[in-house]
């Protein structure tokens, strides 16, 4: 671990048309395929199965096999420099985290991931920053709000990507949207455990209809 950590790098945060992470919390291996399909059908880019989830790496190994090609997938809830190494060795991509720990964001540049570790503080938004990750968290987003996650913007560099997280859904999105972030990982909002993929379906159109109309009127504001 300690050679691959050495090597790491910061790898940047890819360039989408919406910045909409799709969080499968409790999904199971024998359903991702088919919720993550509709999801792609309806233009989300990027997939985060927790790893508190029943068999994650399972689950990352189908859906990366399967879209790893069309969309950034990977793995949330990520706590442990070797977990990051085994969303990598799984097909993964993308390694979420609720926390900042050096290691972990580490081990993702190393292994060539896109890391999003959550911040709630300026102290931890630069340590992870300096640590290498491709963009901020900022969790939870509601706690925070939008008058919390500007003041701390201010102090960071300009080319950082901010990300909401926890608590938020479709209705927020205009008020992140007019301090400038972009980036949304939707959980409960989205999907259930039980949920199945007609369901999961209707909140993704929701989500990217959302999404559109909250930054057309942010670009004329």
Same mark, same amino acid.
């Given at each position: ?16 048309k919406r ?7 409790? #999904? ?14 309806e233009r ?42 085994? #969303? ?79 608590? #938020? ?17 939707? =959980? ?10 007609a369901t ?16 057309? =009127?942010?670009?004329?504001?």
């Amino acid at each position: 671990m300690d050679k691959e950590m050495k090597m790491s790098k910061t790898i940047a945060w890819p360039s989408f048309k919406r910045d909409l992470v799709a969080i499968l919390r409790g #999904v199971k291996p024998a359903e991702v395929e088919a919720i993550v399909g509709v999801l792609m059908e309806e233009r989300f880019e990027a997939i985060e199965v927790p790893l508190n989830s029943p068999e994650p790496f399972r689950s990352i190994e189908i859906i990366a096999k399967a879209f790893g090609d069309d969309g950034l997938i990977g793995a949330g809830t990520v706590l442990s420099a070797q977990d990051c190494a085994r #969303v990598a060795d799984a097909g993964g991509r993308l390694m979420v985290s609720p926390n900042v720990d050096p290691e972990v964001i580490a081990m993702a540049g190393a292994r060539g991931m896109v890391s999003l570790p959550g911040v709630f503080t300026p102290t931890e938004a630069l340590l992870a920053l300096r640590s290498g990750a491709s963009a901020l968290k900022f969790f939870p987003a509601s706690a925070l709000g939008a008058s919390g996650i500007s003041a701390i913007k201010a102090i960071l560099p300009g080319d950082t990507v901010l990300g909401a997280v926890g608590g #938020v859904s479709e209705t927020s999105f205009a008020d992140f949207a007019r301090i400038g972030v972009r980036t949304f990982g939707l =959980g409960s909002s989205l999907y259930k455990p039980g949920d199945d993929a007609a369901t999961v379906r209707a909140r993704a159109r929701l989500a990217v209809e959302a999404y559109d109309e909250a930054f057309a =009127g942010a670009a004329q504001s």
